[in-house]
C-alpha cells in the first residue's frame, strides 16, 4: 500500500483545544481516539490547502493563521502508514458546523491528556507545549494500539513500560518525555558499587550528574542507575546501564540484588515541571575497581568519587553534599550490608 497524505491541526481557543471524538465510523484506525481535525491529501493540494479544507468542512471554521509544527511518519501496524503534517491554530471565525467524522468538542488543554489518545500523540503535544521548533516524528505501533518506537528528528526517544504500583506492567508504553510530564510510574535499576573500610565499614562510590541532565544536574547521585526500556529486564539493564555510564563491562554474577525501593519527587528543571516515579530494583557491586579502569559518559557522569557510608549519610540527611539519593535507598544499603545506623 502506497503511505498517505494527511494534515493534522490543534485549534486552539481560551485555552483549550478543539478535539475530534472519532466515534462514526465502523473501520477506522482512530476509532474511539480523541485526534484534532484534518484529513487527507486531494489531488494537487498543498499541505496548507489540504489544512483549510478539511477545518472548513469538519468544523465550519475558517482558519486567519496557523503554524506548521512538524512531519509525523505514523505506522500503524495494519498495514497503514501515513505522513501527518501537523498544524496550530489560534485564529479562526465562522459558526461551528456538526462533523461527519465524530463529535466535536472544546476541552482544556491540561486534560487533553487525560483523553483516549494515541501514546504517540502525547509525545507531539508535549513538542508543542514546549514550543519545540519544526520537528520531524515517527511513530510506529504493533498494530494493536502499542507504541513500539518513536524517534525525533531521526534519534530514537526512549520507550517506558508504565507500571502497576505492584511493579506489573499496565500494557502502556509511554515516551520518556510524557511519562515524566505526568508522573507515570516506571522501572529503573540502581547499581550501588562499596568497597570496605575502617570507617563505617564500606565507602561508596558516587558519581557527579552532568551539568546537561534533565534533571538533578551536576548532582551526586548513585555510582549507576539508569530506566528501564520497554520490554527489557532488570539484571541485563543493570549491566547495559554500567558498560554505558562507567564503560565497565560486568557479569550477572557481579551484583547482588538488594530488592526494590519505591520512591518519586516533584521539581522544575529548565523551566518545566518533572514528576518522577519510579520502581527501583536496587543492586550492589563488590567487585574491585580502581577509578582510572573506568572510562565516563560525557553526557551522564561528569566525575565520581569514593565516600564513607557514613558520611555520604550524613551529607543527604543535612544536605551538606549537593546530591539526589534517597534517605530510605541508603538505609535499605544499611540494613542489607548489616551497617548500624
Known amino acids: 500500500m502506497k503511505p498517505e497524505l494527511s494534515t493534522l ?136 494500539g502499542i507504541l513500539v518506537n518513536a524517534e525525533l528528528n531521526g534519534r530514537k526517544l526512549e520507550l517506558f513500560d508504565i507500571l502497576n504500583e505492584d511493579g506489573t506492567k499496565t500494557g502502556i508504553v509511554r515516551e520518556r518525555g510524557v511519562a515524566h510530564r505526568d508522573g507515570s510510574l516506571h522501572g529503573t535499576v540502581h547499581m550501588w558499587f562499596i568497597r570496605p573500610n575502617e570507617k563505617s565499614g564500606f565507602d561508596l562510590l558516587l558519581q557527579k550528574r552532568s551539568s546537561t541532565k534533565d534533571s538533578n544536574p551536576g548532582c551526586y547521585d548513585i555510582s549507576s542507575a539508569g530506566h528501564m526500556e520497554a520490554g527489557s529486564e532488570p539484571l541485563p539493564s543493570a549491566l547495559r546501564e554500567i558498560r554505558e555510564e562507567l564503560g565497565l563491562s560486568l557479569s550477572e554474577e557481579d551484583l547482588e540484588y538488594v530488592g526494590l525501593h519505591p520512591a518519586g519527587f516533584t521539581a522544575v528543571f529548565y523551566g518545566k515541571p518533572f514528576r518522577d516515579r519510579e520502581l527501583s530494583h536496587v543492586y550492589i557491586c563488590r567487585k574491585e575497581i580502581r577509578e582510572e579502569d573506568l572510562h565516563l559518559q560525557a553526557e551522564e557522569v561528569e566525575e565520581v568519587r569514593w565516600m564513607d557510608f557514613a558520611e555520604c549519610l550524613e551529607g543527604v540527611r543535612t544536605f551538606s553534599l549537593d546530591h539526589c539519593i534517597y534517605e530510605d535507598e541508603l538505609l535499605m544499603l544499611a540494613s542489607y550490608l548489616h551497617i548500624p545506623v
Open 9 to 144: 491541526c490543534y485549534m486552539e481557543k481560551d485555552g483549550q483545544y478543539l478535539m475530534l471524538h472519532r466515534v462514526v465510523k465502523k473501520k477506522d484506525v482512530n476509532k474511539d481516539k480523541w485526534i484534532g481535525v484534518g484529513g487527507h491529501f486531494e489531488t494537487d493540494e498543498s499541505p496548507e490547502d489540504c489544512l483549510l479544507r478539511e477545518v472548513r468542512e469538519e468544523t465550519g471554521y475558517r482558519l486567519l493563521s496557523w503554524r506548521f509544527r512538524g512531519i509525523v511518519t505514523f505506522v500503524s501496524g495494519n498495514g497503514v502508514t501515513e505522513y501527518m503534517h501537523l498544524f496550530t491554530s489560534d485564529s479562526f471565525e465562522g459558526e461551528p458546523a456538526p462533523c461527519d467524522e465524530g463529535v466535536l468538542e472544546w476541552v482544556d488543554i491540561e486534560k487533553v491528556w487525560n483523553l483516549n489518545l494515541w501514546e504517540g500523540d502525547k509525545i507531539f503535544f508535549r513538542l508543542i507545549d514546549e514550543d519545540a521548533p519544526f520537528f520531524s516524528l515517527k511513530l510506529v505501533y504493533n498494530g494493536s
